[in-house]
Nanobody, 117 residues
Framework: QVQLVESGGGVVQAGGSLKLSCAAS????????MGWYRQAPGKQREFVAH???????NYADSVKGRFTISRDGAKNTVYLQMNSLKPEDTAVYYC???????????WGQGTQVTVSS
């Protein structure tokens, strides 16, 4: 059973920073991709960033240059460093892990990020 546990959310003023963590129950290298999605109130869940085994990370246009995704294999953890936060970044942020061969997606419980203006 795959478990993903997010942490690091909170309330921050516009222009501030937060770092989210996603701890996986097993090796993060057992997944083809790991990443972050977010869902704001009244909106659909949207892609934020992901990292795969052999390619450069991908980012949504709305966060490019402000967010950085990284991983630590020794800790089985993926991070999302968020800088220059804006009120429109306010959302619940979800960690995602994917195994493409099995068309399987796993999700964490989400962590709330609130950016005040």
């Amino acid at each position: 059973q795959v478990q993903l546990v997010e942490s690091g959310g909170g309330v921050v003023q516009a222009g501030g920073s937060l770092k989210l963590s996603c701890a996986a129950s097993g090796s993060i290298f057992s997944f083809n991709a790991m990443g972050w999605y977010r869902q704001a109130p009244g909106k659909q869940r949207e892609f934020v960033a992901h990292i795969t085994g052999g390619t450069s990370p991908n980012y949504a246009d709305s966060v490019k240059g402000r967010f950085t995704i990284s991983r630590d294999g020794a800790k089985n953890t993926v991070y999302l460093q968020m800088n220059s936060l804006k009120p429109e970044d306010t959302a619940v942020y979800y960690c995602n892990a994917a195994r493409w061969l099995y068309d399987a997606n796993y999700w964490g419980q989400g962590t709330q990020v609130t950016v005040s203006s």
